[in-house]
């Protein structure tokens, strides 16, 4: 009668159990190699393959995610950055004594050389627009004559 502990020793002082023997004889027999999918018949490139798209999905999840976390504003639509401008600009003006809105923004002699005299123009440049002489709704369905 022999107990665990002696066929474990045995097998231990015998090296490899016959079952493991058969194992190996079928794998080096068969010569599995793994195949991720890119190329069956290349392994080195399949492999290659495979480590480029996984660098380069991981960098530009990383980018991305650094991006959303540390970029300026990117969830508010740079609304805080609007509103901090904004201040400045005021106190900017408010201290050299400026209007905050500049009536002059356009010099008043260039925007009267780029507008027409006035005259009848005007209205008949109003009775011309097609929204005003025809129907400018959409015409979602033609009438065909079937006759």
Request: aromatic share 14%.
């Amino acid at each position: 009668m022999s107990s665990w502990s002696e066929r474990k020793n045995s097998m231990a002082t015998t090296g490899k159990s016959q079952y493991e023997i058969e194992v190996e004889k079928i794998a080096k027999k068969e010569k599995f190699e793994h195949f991720y999918g890119f190329f069956k018949n290349d392994t080195v490139f399949d492999t290659a393959l495979m480590h480029f798209w996984m660098f380069a999905l991981v960098s530009v999840t990383t980018f991305a995610v650094i991006m959303m976390c540390y970029g300026p504003d990117y969830k508010s639509q740079m609304r805080d950055w609007k509103r901090r401008e904004a201040i400045r600009l005021i106190e900017e003006r408010e201290a050299a004594g400026q209007l905050l809105i500049d009536p002059d923004f356009a010099p008043a002699d260039l925007v009267a050389d780029m507008v027409p005299a006035e005259g009848d123009w005007e209205e008949q440049w109003l009775r011309d627009q097609p929204a005003i002489f025809s129907d400018s709704r959409p015409t979602y369905y033609t009438m065909v004559d079937t006759n």
